[in-house]
Nanobody, 123 residues
Framework: QLPLVESGGGLVQPGGSLRLSCAASGFTLSYYAIGWFRQAPGKEREGVLCISTGGEITYSADSVKGRFTIFRDKAKNTVYLQMNSLKPEDTAVYYC????????????????WGQGTQVTVSS
């Protein structure tokens, strides 16, 4: 298990921005490909995007291309999800998870999720 803690969610108006954080304790995030996932009300959890250990970004959701990006702060052992031009359809609980030791796989390594962080896009 690789416990991660998500934070940074909130209520934002359409067109606004949020930055979510994915933090780890007890292990080094930079040794793993880290992905962000989201689950909207009444829908299954879906992958959003992922960053490999080498910094390559893989998008699982075409709807976020050009609006979302992901990056690491190795000093803080944290991965961030920067979300711009937010839309109401981005409303969901957002989760992060390790996808692999090096490369993104599109799926979490373990079927274990944190509490996530709620993002609500509404006027």
């Amino acid at each position: 298990q690789l416990p991660l803690v998500e934070s940074g969610g909130g209520l934002v108006q359409p067109g606004g921005s949020l930055r979510l954080s994915c933090a780890a304790s007890g292990f080094t995030l930079s040794y793993y490909a880290i992905g962000w996932f989201r689950q909207a009300p009444g829908k299954e959890r879906e992958g959003v995007l992922c960053i490999s250990t080498g910094g390559e970004i893989t998008y699982s959701a075409d709807s976020v291309k050009g609006r979302f990006t992901i990056f690491r702060d190795k000093a803080k052992n944290t991965v961030y999800l920067q979300m711009n031009s937010l839309k109401p359809e981005d409303t969901a609980v957002y989760y992060c998870a390790a996808e692999g030791r090096l490369y993104c796989s599109g799926s979490p390594m373990y079927d274990s999720w944190g509490q996530g962080t709620q993002v609500t896009v509404s006027s």
